[in-house]
C-alpha cells in the first residue's frame, strides 16, 4: 500500500500561480502510476493530469492544457503540479491518487489510493 499526503492549496487571485505537491509513503513510490484529480460539491471527480511511473509520459484534461504541468521525483517519492494562469473555475479540492496500471487512465474508480486533498481556491 501507499499513503498520500498532498499541500500546497490555498487562495490566489486569477491568472496566479500555485504548486501542489503529493508526498508518498509506504511501498516504492516509482511502482505507481499517479494523477491528480479536483472536484467540486455537487460534481463528479474531474481527472487533471496523470504521470507514468518513470515520468516519461504525462497526459492533462482539455481545461488544464497548456496551464498546469504534472511531474515526479521518485528519488524523493513526490508528485507536483504546477498551475499557472489559474482561472476561478479551477476552485476546486485537489487530490492526488495512485495506482498500478503501465497507461494513464482518466476514469477516478481506476485508482486504488487517494490522499485527503487539498483546497485551491482562486478569486476573481
Known amino acids: 500500500q501507499v499513503q498520500l499526503v498532498e499541500s500546497g492549496g490555498g487562495l490566489v487571485q486569477a491568472g496566479g500561480s500555485l504548486r501542489l505537491s503529493c508526498a508518498a509513503s509506504?511501498?516504492?513510490?516509482?511502482?505507481?502510476?499517479m494523477a491528480w484529480f479536483r472536484q467540486v460539491p455537487g460534481k463528479e471527480r474531474e481527472f487533471v493530469a496523470g504521470?507514468?511511473?518513470?515520468?516519461?509520459?504525462?497526459r492533462y484534461g482539455d481545461s488544464v492544457k497548456g496551464r498546469f504541468t504534472i511531474s515526479r521525483e521518485n528519488a524523493k517519492s513526490t508528485m507536483y503540479l504546477e498551475m499557472n494562469s489559474l482561472k476561478p473555475e479551477d476552485t476546486a479540492v485537489y487530490y492526488c491518487?495512485?495506482?498500478?496500471?503501465?497507461?494513464?487512465?482518466?476514469?477516478?474508480?481506476?485508482?486504488?489510493?487517494w490522499g485527503q486533498g487539498t483546497q485551491v481556491t482562486v478569486s476573481s
Open positions: 504521470i507514468t511511473r518513470s515520468g516519461g509520459s504525462t
Open positions: 491518487a495512485a495506482n498500478w496500471q503501465v497507461v494513464i487512465i482518466m476514469a477516478a474508480y481506476n485508482y486504488d489510493y
Open positions: 509506504g511501498r516504492a513510490f516509482s511502482t505507481y502510476t
